[in-house]
């Protein structure tokens, strides 16, 4: 079965072609700079790259380019676009009715558009790639995964901010937790590795964006980001858990607006504002390295905060018998993962830290010490291939 993933942001389609069940990439791309001045890369394994200009005002147009390349004799891989029998919809937010992957119909696309509120960044391009998506292939099944579904199984105390209740009766204000699909995906590959299905499992994704889950038998039980993706550790311009009063207070001492605080906080904080330099954790390691002071210390808040999260659900599940590090930070920050990692052995977490520095990118490996109570895995995370296996279960 050939299965199309979609992911739509607000100037980018980015897709892939999956064979299932073998889970081969057929074909994948992105579309950026939708509505700009569009480029598009597109590649097919065995077959050279193809990268150029395009022009595709809107995501109707992007997706019309791309099953036509698909589709194309030289650089396509399916005759047709009926080869494409399911399309995935990545969408970042599912409110608290979409509470697994779903069939795509009407009333769910009703739903999804009442909540854009609570998504206004990635809720409206969601939602018009896949009406894009709908209209050019009409007769494939569509189903949509959410990020947050991950988390709907979490206990209210878990998930209600001890604010004025009616706030979360009229509004929704709750922690809905994000990265919900790349968790899954990775928890999943843990609990393979542990051969036990109810292990208890912290996954740390650190990429630009960053979050850390704690699950117990296959279901998220807490999670750093909350109602937005802001919460949490700090990431690449955001700041994560801050206290709530700074905003308000910087509000009024710079005299500067609720939209203007919270640019500050998501775009202008993080490894960002700390370092002075970039929000790309290589340019700050570089930094660092060449005696940034202000770089050195970014990173070392990113670890300091990571930690606690980790020790807080490890007494929350009381115990934990799997730490996971993912995404572009997390597979690939060898320091990183050895300052999380320091001190921990109170915990049953100690690492290898010969084979930390020196185990290959790009696979999976227990860098775990010998005897090391508790597993520690890097595990590259697939939130694509997770996406396919959902719409492939909900096709067949
Ligand atoms: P992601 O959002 O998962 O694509 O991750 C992006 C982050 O991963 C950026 O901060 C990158 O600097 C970081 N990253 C990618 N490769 C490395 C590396 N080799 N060492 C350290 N950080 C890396």
């Known amino acids: 079965m050939k299965i199309l993933v979609v992911n739509a942001g607000s100037s980018s389609l980015k897709y892939q072609l999956f064979d299932m069940p073998t889970g081969n990439v057929l074909a994948k791309g992105n579309c950026e700079r939708i509505g700009i001045d569009g480029l598009i890369t597109h590649k097919c394994p065995g077959k050279e790259d193809y990268k150029t200009n395009a022009d595709f005002p809107d995501h109707r147009a992007a997706i019309a380019l791309v099953l036509q390349l698909l589709t194309d004799k030289e650089k396509g891989v399916i005759e047709g676009v009926s080869e494409i029998?399911?399309?995935?919809?990545?969408?970042?937010?599912?409110?608290?009715?979409?509470?697994?992957?779903?069939?795509?119909?009407?009333?769910?696309?009703?739903?999804?558009?009442?909540?854009?509120?609570?998504?206004?960044?990635?809720?409206?391009?969601?939602?018009?790639?896949?009406?894009?998506?709908?209209?050019?292939?009409?007769?494939?099944?569509?189903?949509?995964?959410?990020?947050?579904?991950?988390?709907?199984?979490?206990?209210?105390?878990?998930?209600?901010?001890?604010?004025?209740?009616?706030?979360?009766?009229?509004?929704?204000?709750?922690?809905?937790?994000?990265?919900?699909?790349?968790?899954?995906?990775?928890?999943?590959?843990?609990?393979?590795?542990?051969?036990?299905?109810?292990?208890?499992?912290?996954?740390?994704?650190?990429?630009?964006?960053?979050?850390?889950?704690?699950?117990?038998?296959?279901?998220?039980?807490?999670?750093?980001?909350?109602?937005?993706?802001?919460?949490?550790?700090?990431?690449?311009?955001?700041?994560?858990?801050?206290?709530?009063?700074?905003?308000t207070y910087i509000q009024k001492v710079k005299g500067?607006?609720?939209?203007?605080?919270?640019?500050?906080?998501?775009?202008?904080?993080?490894?960002?504002?700390?370092?002075?330099?970039?929000?790309?954790?290589?340019?700050?390691?570089?930094?660092?390295?060449?005696?940034?002071?202000?770089?050195?210390?970014?990173?070392?808040?990113?670890?300091?905060?990571?930690?606690?999260?980790?020790g807080s659900y490890v007494a929350e599940m009381n115990g934990v018998d799997a730490l996971v590090f993912t995404a572009g930070i997390g597979e690939n920050d060898r320091e990183l993962r050895q300052e999380v990692c320091k001190d921990m052995s109170f915990l049953g977490i100690e690492i290898d830290e010969a084979y930390n520095q020196s185990c290959p990118r790009g696979e999976v490996a227990d860098i775990s010490q010998k005897g090391a109570k508790v597993k520690t895995f890097v595990i590259p995370t697939n939130e694509e291939y997770m996406i396919a296996l959902d719409t492939q279960n909900l096709t067949k």
């Open 256 to 310: 500067i607006s609720a939209e203007e605080a919270d640019k500050i906080l998501n775009k202008e904080s993080g490894l960002l504002g700390v370092s002075g330099v970039t929000s790309d954790c290589r340019d700050i390691r570089e930094a660092a390295a060449n005696g940034n002071k202000r770089a050195k210390l970014a990173m070392k808040i990113l670890a300091h905060n990571i930690k606690k999260i980790i």
């Open 85 to 247: 029998e399911a399309v995935g919809h990545r969408f970042a937010h599912g409110g608290e009715k979409l509470r697994a992957s779903a069939v795509l119909g009407a009333d769910e696309i009703k739903y999804l558009e009442s909540i854009v509120g609570l998504n206004p960044l990635h809720g409206p391009p969601a939602i018009s790639g896949f009406k894009a998506c709908k209209e050019a292939i009409p007769n494939a099944n569509h189903v949509g995964v959410f990020d947050t579904s991950y988390y709907s199984d979490m206990e209210e105390y878990a998930y209600i901010y001890p604010i004025p209740y009616e706030l979360y009766e009229e509004y929704k204000i709750r922690r809905y937790g994000f990265h919900g699909t790349s968790h899954r995906f990775v928890a999943g590959e843990a609990a393979k590795l542990l051969k036990k299905a109810d292990a208890k499992i912290i996954t740390c994704h650190l990429g630009n964006g960053s979050s850390i889950t704690a699950t117990v038998n296959g279901k998220a039980i807490d999670t750093s980001m909350g109602f937005t993706p802001q919460d949490g550790v700090p990431m690449g311009t955001r700041s994560g858990a801050i206290d709530p009063t700074v905003v």
